[in-house]
Nanobody, 124 residues
């Protein structure tokens, strides 16, 4: 059984930083990408960032480029470093695994597996 567990969310002031972690367990592929998505109240879930299976390729939503970075520790663990946070970044952040992304622009393929999410609130 596959499980994804996110951590690191919380309340932060505008301009602040947070680092989210995601750890996978179970039979996830070692040759597939992992990524981050978010869902704000009243909005659809949207893509945030993706990282390829070997960490060599990444892509980001335009709204977070230059502020967020994604990294991969191993086949089962990724991070999302969020800097210069804005109130519009407030959302539940979800980790996804087994994404068929390999390089270049993210092609909107959804993960096969999802975490339960972690709340990020940006407010003064």
């Amino acid at each position: 059984q596959v499980q994804l567990v996110e951590s690191g969310g919380g309340l932060v002031q505008p301009g602040g930083s947070l680092r989210l972690s995601c750890t996978a367990s179970g039979q996830t592929s070692n040759r597939k990408a992992m990524g981050w998505f978010r869902q704000a109240p009243g909005k659809e879930r949207e893509f945030v960032a993706v990282i390829s299976w070997n960490g060599g390729d990444t892509d980001f939503a335009d709204s977070v480029k230059g502020r967020f970075t994604v990294s991969r520790e191993n086949a089962k663990k990724i991070y999302l470093e969020m800097n210069n946070l804005k109130p519009e970044d407030t959302a539940v952040y979800y980790c996804g695994a087994d994404i068929s992304y390999y390089r270049g622009t993210y092609n909107s393929v959804l993960p096969a597996y999802w975490g339960r999410g972690t709340q990020v609130t940006v407010s003064s």
